[in-house]
């Protein structure tokens, strides 16, 4: 494992303010991903598949709750390319 991923073991909410580069290495997803997470039914539910694998991928470990999301995180999944889907 890389040295800079430690610090984010172990979290359990997310961070209120995320980087470009956390959101590039955590929050953006392959277009495999994507397809995954577009098969959910509702909005609602996207979103929050979309944030429960940003989060293993960041901490290692499940999203038990949380009371706010980043402004950024509630907007579309974002794919491989970094833009924020259309």
């Given at each position: 494992?890389?040295?800079?991923?430690?610090?984010?073991l172990?979290?359990?909410?997310?961070?209120?303010?995320?980087?470009?580069?956390e959101?590039?290495?955590?929050f953006?997803?392959?277009?495999?991903?994507?397809?995954?997470?577009?098969s959910?039914?509702?909005?609602?539910?996207?979103?929050?598949?979309?944030?429960?694998?940003?989060?293993?991928?960041?901490?290692?470990?499940?999203?038990?709750?949380?009371?706010?999301?980043?402004?950024?995180?509630?907007?579309?999944?974002?794919?491989?390319?970094?833009?924020?889907?259309?």
């Amino acid at each position: 494992m890389d040295h800079w991923r430690m610090a984010y073991l172990g979290i359990r909410q997310v961070p209120r303010e995320l980087s470009e580069f956390e959101l590039n290495t955590f929050f953006t997803f392959s277009r495999r991903e994507l397809a995954s997470i577009d098969s959910r039914r509702s909005d609602l539910y996207r979103l929050a598949m979309a944030l429960h694998v940003g989060f293993i991928r960041m901490t290692g470990r499940t999203l038990d709750s949380y009371k706010q999301i980043p402004t950024v995180l509630s907007s579309t999944p974002r794919p491989a390319t970094g833009h924020a889907a259309a």
